[in-house]
């Protein structure tokens, strides 16, 4: 089904960046995973697989690369889109309308598909992937997984022979990756081939065939499941990589010492065009706590830390700090915020001087540290724009680390990272911890929150529903959330 012989990409301008020397050959109806550390290649060759590669992204492109025998190269874009269907891991990059049905539908329309097939097409799209609250909506309003649920439904639609899937289950909360791993199994039974760039490696260990494992462009080792099930804890984290059994991993147990509370939440409730998002949110923080925010897609999470940080001000209640009441401006003051999706927050021509925007006290040795303390120092002259997802995060944690503000908030902070760069990221947020920080988190990382947080608050069907520590006595409530 797919033949890559000899292959390799430089891309244009960048001189450590690429693959070198692919080979692989990938079956009709195979399920493979593309792994290894942030940066080693993954997407590129998926890249290569689409036909993105060296048509739309720029360099250098040698070697051999063939679905069902015919050279891509020989092959025209728009039939490589018929037959090869791809994710991104940024979904949004992927769009080309303003509301959720004519996105499911945009690629059928443009290859011509007939009405009745078409619709026939649609209905059973949003029947089996269980998106029907999703129709009629604004692109625009919703949230980073039910974003990727889209995305993934407009390429479902056209059911192509091959799907590659860069990071599908970055943004989705664990429902949402359990019905991504049965419509996997589904188009595996129906003899699709399944080529995945992931770092979350758990929710695939009953589907996968073989796992590729790259590092620096090269591809290192081809493992098949039960070889990769056989790697030793210690060697699978010196690759760089996740763990595959959520129930291996051990919860770090945390004291629940008496707060010194700085900052309340009253009555705070949230709303968008008269409908509510959140009601009645009540909850204290003290300084030097880590805060965990779960819950489902599309329950309000990143919005209730806009608000928190003054972004978002359609709301009632009053938020304090010390005491005081403090307005959407004095929040700003105080705060900072690590989007989901970093690319609305990176602006400078480089890694160095995006570390010292608009931050008045920065001084090169701590931003020489704080990026070195993330390994993205050699990346310091490099524009933003061009390092992958998981090195964009690292870029903007690192400026969280120089900016003084007393409340530091992450929205989805290891999306798209592996599992060193998550440790470093949780290390981070333990010093800032350490110096006194309220830190909030949205995540739907188990692994990460095991490490990381010390509280948990639970936000699903409108509502506040849990405000718990992270002890002996409340981990049995962390592990139903995640199906543990």
Avoid at 323 to 331: A, C, H, T, V
Wanted: glycine share 6%.
């Amino acid at each position: 089904m797919i033949e890559i012989e000899n292959a390799a990409f430089k891309y244009q301008g960048k001189s450590d960046n690429g693959v070198y020397n692919i080979n692989l050959k990938i079956k009709k109806g195979e399920c493979i995973v593309l792994s290894g550390k942030s940066g080693c290649g993954k997407t590129t060759i998926s890249r290569m697989i689409n036909g993105l590669v060296p048509y739309f992204y720029s360099g250098e492109q040698s070697g051999i690369i063939k679905l069902e025998d015919v050279k891509v190269n020989d092959i025209p874009m728009y039939k490589i889109s018929e037959k090869v269907g791809s994710v991104f891991q940024n979904p949004r990059s992927q769009f080309f309308n303003v509301d959720t049905d004519s996105e499911i539908v945009f690629g059928m329309e443009n290859s011509s598909y007939p009405t009745d097939k078409l619709k026939e097409r649609m209905n059973k799209t949003v029947k089996d992937l269980h998106i029907e609250k999703l129709l009629g909506r604004s692109i625009f309003e919703l949230s980073g997984g039910e974003k990727q649920k889209i995305a993934f439904a407009s390429i479902y639609a056209m059911s192509p022979d091959i799907y590659v899937l860069d990071e599908p289950s970055s943004n989705l909360d664990v429902d949402a990756i359990e019905e991504l791993k049965t419509i996997i199994t589904k188009l595996k039974k129906q003899g699709k081939t399944i080529v995945i760039a992931e770092h979350r490696l758990y929710y695939l260990k009953d589907v996968v065939d073989r796992i590729v494992y790259m590092e620096k462009g090269f591809i290192r080792n081809i493992y098949t499941k039960n070889e990769f099930l056989e790697i030793p804890e210690e060697q699978r984290k010196s690759m760089g990589l996740r763990t595959m059994n959520l129930s291996d991993i051990n919860i770090i147990k945390f004291n629940d010492a008496k707060k010194n509370y700085v900052l309340e939440l009253k009555n705070l409730s949230l709303s968008y065009d008269k409908k509510t998002i959140i009601n009645n949110i009540n909850l204290k923080a003290s300084c030097g706590e880590v805060i965990g925010i779960i819950g489902h897609n599309g329950a309000g999470k990143s919005t209730f830390l806009k608000t928190l940080c003054g972004l978002y001000k359609n709301y009632t209640g009053s938020i304090k700090w010390n005491g005081k009441e403090i307005n959407s401006k004095q929040r700003l003051k105080l705060s900072y915020m690590v989007m989901q999706d970093v690319n609305y927050q990176l602006f400078a021509e480089s890694v160095e001087k995006e570390c010292y925007l608009g931050i008045k006290e920065a001084n090169k040795e701590k931003v020489d540290n704080s990026l070195k303390e993330l390994k993205i120092y050699q990346y310091k002259d490099r524009h933003p724009n061009t390092l992958s997802g998981g090195q964009k995060q690292r870029v903007a944690v690192a400026v969280s680390m120089i900016c003084n503000k007393e409340i530091i908030i992450f929205d989805e902070p290891t999306s798209g990272l592996d599992y060193d760069s998550m440790i470093q990221v949780s290390k981070l947020i333990l010093k800032l911890k350490s110096y006194g920080k309220i830190i909030f988190v949205v995540t739907h990382d188990y692994e990460f929150i095991t490490l990381t947080c010390d509280r948990i608050v639970h936000l699903d069907d409108k509502i506040q529903k849990d405000d718990f520590v992270i002890n002996k006595e409340n981990i049995k409530k962390l592990k139903n959330f995640f199906i543990i």
